[in-house]
């Protein structure tokens, strides 16, 4: 029973525009979100993260918009560069719950067109 | 080094073999993790220390699989009578502790039974 969910196994976008990457989730006890990028042979890197209590989160060019009623974010990735090319990853936690470990979506494979 | 290591990078293991993936966080990390990543899925929690206590071991597969952290340092992962289900990337993480979020991945160890 997948608790997060990326429904897009990949994703093609030209190099300039933008980049939105989903990602759903079904335990309304997640309170804290992450995104990973992953490159091959590599271990994950975080990316930009959300606390429940926001809906948005701005990092240079990436950002992460929070719906909960929904249970829904997505990530922004604006302009798209070459160097975005890699697996992204949407984690989520239960802050405080005693179990610290990441519960992972199975990725979005974003591939940046020259 | 300033990352997390993990050794070694790649092990191949005959079915029924034991294996040992070791773990060295980032220094002052409080917090560590074990993840499994089978191909083309996002990483599962696997168990977390905090120094050296496992606070949680609920991901573990099997009783084929046990973690250690003696020292509250370096972890290791030892797998038992490896089977061919076992093969995927074993990821460690560590994070400053509990309040701190974001965990800092290793490269992984790719763990192949034939």
């Known amino acids: 029973d997948q608790q997060v969910k990326q429904n897009s196994p990949s994703l093609s976008v030209q190099e300039g525009r933008i980049s939105i990457l989903n990602c759903d989730y079904t335990n309304s006890m997640f309170d804290y979100f992450l995104w990973y990028k992953k490159y091959p042979a590599e271990g994950p890197t975080f990316l930009i993260s959300i606390s429940s209590i926001k809906d948005k989160n701005e990092d240079g060019r990436f950002t992460v918009f929070l719906n909960k009623s929904a249970k829904h974010l997505s990530l922004h990735i604006v302009p798209s560069q070459p160097g975005d090319s890699a697996v992204y990853f949407c984690?989520?936690?239960?802050f405080g719950g005693g179990a610290d470990g990441l519960t992972f979506g199975k990725g979005t494979h974003l591939i940046i067109q020259p | 080094g300033a990352g997390v290591s993990q050794s070694p990078r790649y092990k191949v293991a005959k079915r029924g073999q034991d294996v040992a993936l070791r773990c060295d966080p980032i220094?002052?990390?409080?917090?560590l993790f074990w993840y499994q990543q089978a191909l083309g899925q996002g990483p599962e929690f696997l168990t977390y220390?905090?120094?050296?206590?496992?606070?949680?071991k609920s991901g573990l597969p099997s009783d084929r699989f046990f973690a250690e952290r003696p020292e509250g340092s370096v972890s290791t992962l030892k797998i038992q009578r490896t089977q061919q289900e076992d093969s995927a990337v074993y990821l460690c993480?560590?994070?400053?502790?509990?309040?701190?979020?974001?965990?800092?991945f290793g490269p992984g160890t790719r763990l192949t039974v034939l």
């Open positions: 220390f905090q120094n050296e206590a496992q606070l949680d």
């Open positions: 993480a560590s994070s400053l502790g509990l309040g701190y979020n974001e965990q800092f």
């Open positions: 984690a989520a936690r239960i």
């Open positions: 220094s002052g990390h409080v917090s």
